[in-house]
């Protein structure tokens, strides 16, 4: 099973930013539609972001304007900038991808989670 790998989380003021990334473990054939999803605990996970394998971008409507997700091809990386962040950003944020093996073989995976805390 493909690992994706996310990296960036950690503490800011509120105000500030933090970029995070997500990362396949091996090389693939292809990797397409990449999500951001965020939780708290005891709440549902709550959906993002998505990029598509044709670089098509949604946002969850309280975080439009304030994040931005891109990729990178070449390196199969997804990328989610985060401005002017806000207490209530704060949560683990997971990133969920699909695409094909070098092996030719369809995978979706989740991500392990980073953490983002915005706080004063």
């Known amino acids: 099973q493909v690992q994706l790998v996310e990296t960036g989380g950690g503490l800011v003021q509120p105000g500030g930013s933090l970029r995070l990334s997500c990362a396949a473990s091996?090389?693939?054939?292809?990797?397409?539609?990449v999500e951001w999803y965020r939780q708290v605990p005891g709440k549902e996970r709550e959906w993002v972001a998505r990029?598509?394998?044709?670089?098509?971008?949604d946002y969850l409507g309280s975080v439009e304007g304030r994040f931005s997700i891109s990729r990178d091809n070449a390196k199969n990386t997804v990328t989610l900038e985060m401005n002017s962040l806000k207490p209530e950003d704060t949560a683990v944020y997971y990133c969920?991808?699909?695409?094909?093996?070098?092996?030719?073989?369809?995978?979706?995976?989740w991500g392990q989670g980073t953490q983002v805390t915005v706080s004063s």
């Open positions: 969920n991808a699909e695409g094909i093996t070098s092996k030719m073989e369809l995978f979706r995976s």
């Open positions: 091996e090389s693939l054939y292809s990797l397409n539609t």
């Open positions: 990029i598509t394998s044709g670089s098509r971008t």
